[in-house]
């Protein structure tokens, strides 16, 4: 048998998971090209970091967590910087759950690009909920990335400030360097602490478990003796597995998610959201 075959038997299908809806969110990561989105992603589900560039057309992840005796689903929705399809790039954020927005320290357009995703991710919320921006909630982290480097600086401290304003529970910012990994760490805890989600979510507080225990997600084995030989510890309270071959759910799929994430309604109004 093929290994790509073998890894598909092995995990489960997401309906014999059967996560309820309460414990299935996405994350959407919104910026310029070449601000290293695709290189947080992969610090997130690896821990590597790939200097090599690609461009990207836009790539989904999905991680299943087995947290306290839960099991939870995140989708990745890694986005493209150039978004030539704008109703796509607002089904994108109708979607997402909790944003992270990427500009470059070194590249004031880049920082400008975040100022208007901030801006277009608050509007197309607020007319999902209907409600008004300042009122909506969507928890959502800017991050300034490539802290690594001698560069000079084209945004201004007071800049950022402005744009994530003084109420870190709605908007935080981090400096970050992706190539280096640094405050990757501290930024996704805040970021899942600022949605309400389990803090084991964050890649330095689960153990990262190998595709072949993906068998024990349903079963909510937590303890069991697979796991522990894995984890090497006497505890299994979290841990995460990237499930291999996931694929981009369809435009229709998209729209039920949102009407169900947004309780119900007509659904020619969560469609007047993308295509307005």
């Known amino acids: 048998m093929k290994l790509a075959a073998m890894i598909k038997k092995m995990c489960p299908s997401d309906s014999e998971l059967s996560i309820p809806a309460k414990n299935c969110y996405r994350m959407v990561i919104l910026g310029s090209s070449k601000v290293g989105k695709t290189a947080i992603v992969s610090r997130f589900l690896t821990g590597r970091f790939e200097d090599a560039y690609t461009p990207t057309i836009e790539d989904f992840h999905r991680k299943f967590y087995s947290i306290r005796g839960e099991v939870y689903q995140l989708d990745i929705l890694d986005t493209s910087g150039n978004h030539p399809f704008p109703a796509m790039r607002r089904l994108s954020i ?67 400030e402005q744009l994530v304003g003084d109420d870190p529970q709605r908007c935080a910012y981090f400096e970050i360097s992706a190539k280096k990994n640094s405050s990757l760490d501290q930024m996704f805890r805040a970021l899942f602490a600022m949605a309400k989600l389990p803090r084991e979510m964050s890649p330095d507080l689960h153990r990262k478990v190998s595709v072949q225990y993906c068998d024990v997600l349903p079963k909510k084995a937590l303890r069991s003796k697979k796991l522990l030989r894995a984890g090497g510890g006497d505890q299994a309270d979290a841990f995460g597995i990237v499930a291999p071959f996931a694929r981009r759910p369809s435009v229709h799929s998209d729209l039920l998610y949102v009407r169900q994430k947004a309780g119900g309604g007509q659904a020619k109004d969560k469609e007047r959201c993308v295509i307005s």
């Open 94 to 160: 109708l979607t997402g759950d909790v944003f992270i927005l990427v500009f470059s320290l070194d590249n004031r357009d880049s920082f400008e690009e975040v100022q208007r995703l901030k801006q277009q991710i608050l509007d197309t919320k607020a007319c999902l909920k209907n409600k008004t921006k300042e009122n909506v909630d969507v928890p959502l982290v800017v991050c300034g990335n490539k802290g690594d480097r001698d560069f000079y600086r084209e945004v201004e401290q007071a800049e950022i």
